[in-house]
């Protein structure tokens, strides 16, 4: 079992950065050996679905990103400290979601949610203009 909890979510002017984190609890990431261990950052702004935003396997190392945020983002790990990051430059009011961190076990496909298994609650990044 793991519990993730996201932080570093808040209301920013456009080009402005912020840092997303997620901690996790329950298992550690160093123990995410296989290939197929995945964390990854959803989001999902009021009356729209779930978006993919990145990803990273543990295994390989691998990064993955929507092409709405490639060159922006960037995801990363800090497995001592049992954390995930989103680091987001220039962000633009279109970025305004609910952010979602989650790990899946077998994630086949990085950018489909149904194959994640545990999540955070979210945090609210909004990107004024």
């Known amino acids: 079992q793991v519990q993730l909890v996201e932080s570093g979510g808040g209301l920013v002017q456009a080009g402005d950065s912020l840092r997303l984190s997620c901690e996790a609890s329950g298992r550690t990431f160093s123990s995410y050996t296989t290939g197929w261990y995945t964390t990854g950052w959803f989001r999902q702004a009021p009356g729209k679905e779930r978006a993919f935003v990145a990803a990273?396997?543990?295994?390989?190392?691998?990064?993955y990103y929507a092409d709405s945020v490639k060159g922006r983002f960037t995801i990363s790990r800090d497995s001592a400290k049992n954390t995930v990051y989103l680091q987001m430059n220039s962000l633009k009011p279109e970025d305004t979601a609910a952010y979602y961190c989650?790990?899946?076990?077998?994630?086949?496909?990085?950018?489909?949610?149904?194959?994640?298994?545990?999540w955070g609650q979210g945090t609210q990044v909004t990107v004024s203009s």
């Open positions: 989650a790990v899946g076990r077998s994630v086949f496909t990085t950018t489909n949610s149904v194959q994640y298994d545990y």
């Open positions: 990273l396997r543990f295994g390989s190392g691998n990064t």
